[in-house]
């Protein structure tokens, strides 16, 4: 057998090594053919072309050496529109010496049409832009012409600011540009060849796993066996947990921040893309790809090991088909039918972008269907959220249906047994994860005053900014780049234990009001710690289970793997009447269990 699983793993770090191969297979080459091909324009097309001669047509082997060039390239065509297209500071004086001509100093909007005479798309966008942004001081008399100089550049520079926005590249357009570029650009092996790099990496990354997973269903017993656990390298932090984990955090910065490095891997997934949905990828589907490729391997993988426990066969079953169906599939489907592109089991707070005004809108245009997906997306909120939290403890979203949750369930398994248990651990949870809901909050108030007002500023503060800063730091860099990349460090639930808003959410009501809790029989527990070590959210469930004590932790996300991993079946997972739900410290032994919640508290004879 350990031939069989030494032979799966090989097959999967051969495909890994190709996957991480193909970045570095492919040469670029910009031509004036690609610039057309991308549609940019009449105006950004020309300057683009202008801008790069000398490096157009030329073959470049480097990604990183094309990228530079190709931003060199985009600064300079930006230059030179936004050059093309100000009013500078000899207009403003040729407007001021109009406006002096006949001994007073009038300024008239019908200037322009004399100072930018050519009848082109420049002079036509400047006459306007003095339309637009003058009018206020037209015919007003001033002193001096110093004054009227001032006025106009005040009043100008809002209309040169706004041409790097409405005719250059901005800085998210730049981003958008090296991408694709820079994935158009690309031929060579890997971009010649596509179909067979998919072979070689999903295909044969797939077989490999299959090989290594699938012998476990039949092998030896289900059920946790410690296996050196704390000794193997990946799953205690050793050398090569540490360069997973670094691994992963790279992914995610270079996927989120940087993805034109990554543009093979896109075009690689696009075979998939084109196959499944006749649509072009993006790093977007990429990364979707990837997580529900990782959430169904992992889960026949969690599925061998925990095979003969029920809960966790339907629980991971439901995590596999709602990543599939729901959250990768669906979108697709969605955009096809032309309606918001979204994923429907999101739920704000912690989809924080729902309540943003471009959302609503894509809603509202979206006919009925629109509609009929905003009122669902608000009743999960607002009704199934505390309904189903009320009935059955936040297990339901967190270990049944969230894709963060599943990810962490089933690739994020083989470390969820270095979830810190301290009690520093605990407290710094407490503090992160309500604050976290805390600015979610504040920053939907933000969004929502933005969105009834017009207005983004309140009690000086801009709504922008705090959606760029949430978005950059709790969405991007702490459950992404931490929440994913530290599995390997600090355990599988980092972001759903320190950072997910919609889990202390749910947590507050699965704490003080719920059916939830997880019960036990103290005169069974041998206090071998299992449930305890394997405890991803990090609580010390033998402490409870040794006092026989019920308990209900708000951290708790129901996954049942402690009650799994229990040798003496101490550990239940229930939902039951409120009344007497938490009982205090019961008594060691079976009868005292009894005469407790017989008798002292009230609670049914066990
Ligand atoms: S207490 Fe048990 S059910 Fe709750 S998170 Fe920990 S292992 Fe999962
Ligand atoms: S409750 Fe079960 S797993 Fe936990 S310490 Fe007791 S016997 Fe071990």
Known sequence: MKTIYNIGIGITLTAFTIFIASLFLNVYTLTNKLIDDVGLGDVKTEALKVASKGFEGKTVSSKLEFVDELKQALSAANASIINKYKISDRDIDALVKLSSASGEIKYSTAFAEKVFPENDGAGQYKAKGINDFTGWIADREYQSAEDLKNDLKNALTGFNNNILYTKAFDDYAIGNLLFVFTKKAGTGLVSNN????????????????????????????????????????????????????????????????????????????????????????SQWFLYGFLYTFAVLVMGLRFLSKYRHNKYQRIRTFSVMLFQLIIAFMMPQILFALNLPEVDLKNIWPLDYSFFFEWRIQSYLNSGTLGMMMLVWSIALIVIAVPVLTYFVGKRWYCSWVCGCGGLAETAGDPFRQLSSKKIIAWKTERYLIYAVLVFVVVMTSWVLYTFFTGKSVLLGIDSYQMRKIYGFLISSIFSGVVGTGFYPLMGNRIWCRFGCPLAAYMGIIQRFKSRFRITTNGGQCISCGNCSTYCEMGIDVRWYAQRGQDFARASCVGCGVCAAVCPRGVLKLENKSEKGRLNGPGLLGNDGVVKVRGTRLGIESA
């Open 194 to 281: 596509t179909g067979l790099f998919f072979a070689l990496t999903f295909i044969l990354a797939f077989i490999g796993a299959m090989i290594f997973i699938l012998p476990k269903f039949w092998d030896g017993l289900p059920g946790i066996k410690h296996n050196r656990i704390f000794k193997t390298s990946l799953n205690s932090q050793g050398i090569i947990g540490i360069l997973m984990g670094s691994f992963l955090i790279l992914f995610y910065i270079v996927l989120y921040f940087f993805p034109v490095y990554i543009v093979e891997w896109v075009s690689i997934s696009e075979v998939a893309s084109m196959g499944l949905f006749g649509r072009e990828a």
